[in-house]
């Protein structure tokens, strides 16, 4: 079965960095499309980046762009983000995310446990 195990996560100061990681099992992540979720402390599910199917196409969240960069290993069944200039306003819980349902409201088929960041002096 479809499982997501993100890793990564923890305390940074603002500015600082992160490489999130999320290791999948029970498909092939170069067959299909991924993406980057999170949700702030009492707020809603957030888009934060896509990577296509092919590996070539990426999209980000106006919010995260240019600090962000999705990426994946093929080889390994692993998607990454890694996060640069952190700002507090970053802080969440991040899941990667597979198959959308929906985007408002923004859905998905298959999730993980959600890596926890957090950004504060």
């Known amino acids: 079965q479809v499982q997501l195990v993100e890793s990564g996560g923890g305390l940074v100061q603002p500015g600082g960095s992160l490489r999130l990681s999320c290791a999948a099992s029970?498909?092939?992540?170069?067959?299909?499309?991924m993406s980057w979720v999170r949700q702030a402390p009492g707020k809603g599910l957030e888009w934060v980046s896509d990577?296509?199917?092919?590996?070539?196409?990426?999209g980000y969240a106006d919010s995260v762009k240019g600090r962000f960069t999705i990426s994946r290993d093929n080889a390994k069944n692993t998607l990454y983000l890694q996060m640069n200039s952190l700002k507090p306003e970053d802080t969440a819980v991040y899941y990667c995310?597979?198959?959308?349902?929906?985007?408002?409201?923004?859905?998905?088929?298959?999730w993980g446990q959600g890596t926890q960041v957090t950004v504060s002096s």
């Open positions: 990577i296509n199917r092919g590996g070539d196409t990426t």
């Open positions: 995310a597979k198959d959308r349902a929906s985007w408002y409201p923004l859905k998905y088929k298959y």
């Open positions: 029970g498909f092939t992540i170069s067959k299909y499309g």
